[in-house]
Nanobody
Framework: VQLQASGGGLVHPGGSLRLSCAAS????????MGWYRQAPGKQRELVAA???????NYADSVKGRFTISRDNAKNTVYLQMNSLKSEDTAVYYC??????????????????WGQGTQVTVSS
């Protein structure tokens, strides 16, 4: 199982970016998915999360600017980031709580992380 994140880059303040994260491998089901970020010298923090059914949760700092969504058929989660600010600069990581297959008839549940994608907001 692996999570592949993409979509980061350099953007001016006020600009937009869309991050994507696709899960692949012997996946049976995916429960919650989310995006976290870690700025230099700071702890990793939750940005947004979404359940399989589409219920969402956001950090106060991004409410009204970021939107998380997912495509269950594609095992993919997205983060649309609008009105970006310099304080949004960080490495963004996707996370998935999923159940995967082991051999024949066996399953295990674990949380997986993507490799991180850099988002830089600067003029």
């Amino acid at each position: 199982v692996q999570l592949q994140a993409s979509g980061g880059g350099l953007v001016h303040p006020g600009g937009s970016l869309r991050l994507s994260c696709a899960a692949s491998g012997s996946i049976f089901s995916i429960n919650d998915m989310g995006w976290y970020r870690q700025a230099p010298g700071k702890q990793r923090e939750l940005v947004a999360a979404i359940t399989y059914g589409g219920s969402t949760n956001y950090a106060d700092s991004v409410k009204g600017r970021f939107t998380i969504s997912r495509d269950n058929a594609k095992n993919t989660v997205y983060l649309q980031m609008n009105s970006l600010k310099s304080e949004d600069t960080a490495v963004y990581y996707c996370n998935a709580d999923l159940t995967y297959r082991i051999g024949t008839g066996n399953r295990n549940r674990a949380a997986y992380w993507g490799q991180g994608t850099q988002v830089t907001v600067s003029s």
